[in-house]
């Protein structure tokens, strides 16, 4: 059974620091682009980081960049993203994709809430 499954998420203070875990299970992640996004209320999903099967090819959106990092380990099949320095703004519903040709795999979503 294919499941992505996201970790990590929580109430943390402006600048504070959270890392998310995205876990896979039932293929193997090698091959996949990964992606993290996350969808604050009201608002639609934004890509937030991804990163290549390559593991060196990564993007970020402007409003993340120098703050969060987003890393894989294919041997575990775990992604993760570390996350810094963090804004209200940074408040929403992270979610981890995978993706590879026309497999799309999302997770459920782990809650970030940066407020003092």
């Known amino acids: 059974q294919v499941q992505v499954v996201e970790s990590g998420g929580g109430v943390v203070q402006p600048g504070g620091s959270l890392r998310l875990s995205c876990e896979a299970s039932g293929f193997s992640i090698g091959m996949y682009t990964m992606s993290w996004y996350r969808q604050a209320p009201g608002k639609e999903r934004e890509l937030v980081a991804r990163?290549?099967?390559?593991?060196?090819?990564?993007s970020y959106a402007d409003s993340v960049k120098d703050r969060f990092t987003i890393s894989r380990n294919n041997a575990i099949n775990i992604v993760n993203l570390q996350m810094n320095s963090l804004q209200p703004e940074d408040t929403g519903l992270y979610f981890c994709n995978a993706h590879r040709s026309m497999n799309d795999y999302w997770g459920q979503g782990t809650q970030v809430t940066v407020s003092s």
């Open positions: 990163i290549l099967s390559d593991a060196l090819t990564i």
